[in-house]
């Protein structure tokens, strides 16, 4: 019996996995994301005092710290009872938003498009082959984490969001510089775009195997209920059902070759329940970026129209229109904020559960808070990279067995596999929490 293995560093993301690939009798065996951090955030914040925990669990990640604090702090109300007024739900989503920008543009310009501009790929490649392009993405993402650090006090982990207000609420001078930073934010992607769109097409396109089932889910924002929509690759309707129904809708598998579980749909099963969450999802919805005007205005978003025909490039397009997108939609919070109420006073007596759900940069973002006397006793956390996972392992197969001789990966195979695990955008810190 004739036995291989390969492994390779996946590179160009955040944080640390291997591909594992096993061939038996020059036969593949399995092909394997292997995720082997282990954090233990939902373990050492239980016992922590309640307000503590959204700033202590924002560690998790250094590119989406502001989710995990926001969900962190609407867990932690919801528990106890807290309602944040309408202009500090504003703000929160303003840092969320910018937080998007920021990690976009991180993800586009710098880890998946330099697999296009030469001939081994890379960001300096990128600097010298499209200067002017480079020199516009790191002006754009330092612009978004300007925004953050305005409103959040500094970059990453703000320390400006407590429970239910703001700390401080910014005056009149600070909104104003909040409007000039994302004009030219705006300005920027609109140049950058129109120039991308002529110069990075997709015929080395990654497509999703006809014979792989996928659920497509994302949260939608309504007047009085978040809801998870789940699509089918056709942009059909699964199912839809409620923030505070979603541990009746989605379970969590172990695998024993991976710290990060598996989420699927528990109606569908596994593997039919598999989902997807991040910046594609979010383009099935009526009231996501597709439906501005100008997005669709560029030949860019065509692809997008007919969801038959996505790839798993179109991951980049959407995470390149949804800058713009959100752009937009912080200029509309900023304009629309007035005054703020005054802070509540918790009721530390209070002991109740609480969820904090949001589409993070990369995905769904779900806090799950048991808190009793102002101590938080118990925390579930599930993480964008999770839902993912397991459709990231299911490409990886398909991939190699499209792409092996003889018991070994063929260049372009390797390649192409370790762009898919990049074009997910995997936040392994978040995934093992």
């Not at 490649?125 to 790191?138: G, M, W």
């Not at 705006?186 to 990075?200: A, H, Y």
Request: glycine share 6%; proline share 4%; with cysteine.
């Amino acid at each position: 019996m004739n036995k291989n293995i390969v492994l390779q560093k996946a590179t160009r993301i955040e944080g640390n996995a291997d591909i594992h690939i096993e061939f038996e009798n020059n036969q593949l065996k399995s092909a394997r994301f292997h995720i082997y951090e282990f954090r233990g955030f939902e373990k050492f914040v239980s016992g922590k005092r309640a307000e503590w925990v959204p700033q202590m669990i924002s560690r998790i990640c250094g590119l989406c710290s502001v989710a995990h604090q926001v969900a962190g702090i609407r867990a932690v109300e919801n528990a106890m009872d807290i309602e944040a007024d309408a202009n500090t739900n504003k703000l929160r989503d303003v840092l969320v938003l910018a937080e998007w920008i920021s990690s976009h543009s991180l993800s586009y310009f710098f880890l998946t498009v330099p697999d296009f501009v030469g001939e081994n790929g890379g960001v300096f490649e990128l600097q010298k082959n499209y200067p002017d392009i480079f020199k516009e993405a790191f002006e754009l993402r330092q612009a978004a984490m300007n925004s953050v650090t305005l409103f959040g006090t500094r970059e990453t982990h703000p320390v400006t969001i407590g429970l239910g207000h703001f700390l401080p609420p910014p005056g009149e001078e600070e909104l104003n510089r909040g409007l000039d930073i994302v004009s030219v934010i705006k300005e920027k992607l609109r140049t950058i775009i129109l120039n991308v769109s002529s110069q990075w097409r997709l015929e080395k396109a990654i497509e999703l195997p006809e014979d792989l089932t996928v659920n497509f889910v994302a949260l939608s924002n309504g007047k009085e209920n978040d809801n998870f929509f789940v699509f089918d690759r056709k942009g059909n309707l699964v199912t839809r059902f409620s923030v505070d129904e979603f541990e009746e809708n989605i379970e969590e598998m172990r695998v024993d070759w991976s710290l990060s579980k598996i989420p699927y749909i528990n109606s569908l099963g596994f593997p039919d329940g598999i989902m997807l969450v991040g910046p594609l999802s979010r383009s099935f919805l009526d009231n996501g970026f597709l439906s501005d005007p100008e997005i669709r205005q560029f030949g860019i978003s065509d692809i997008l129209k007919n969801h038959a025909n996505i790839t798993l490039e179109s991951y980049d397009i959407c995470r390149l229109l949804e800058m713009l997108w959100s752009a937009k939609k912080i200029e509309s919070l900023l304009k629309s904020i007035g005054s703020f109420a005054p802070p509540p006073e918790p009721d530390w007596s209070v002991a109740g559960q609480g969820i904090g759900a949001l589409e993070a940069p990369r995905g769904l973002l779900i806090h799950k808070y048991l808190v009793k006397n102002g101590i938080v006793e118990k925390v579930r956390l599930l993480v964008a990279t999770q839902f993912n996972n397991a459709f990231i392992n299911l490409l990886i197969t398909d991939l190699a067995q499209r792409h092996s001789r003889n018991g070994q990966i063929t260049s372009t195979g390797s390649r192409l596999i370790g762009r898919c695990v990049r074009l997910f955008d995997p936040c392994l810190s978040c995934a093992t929490h």
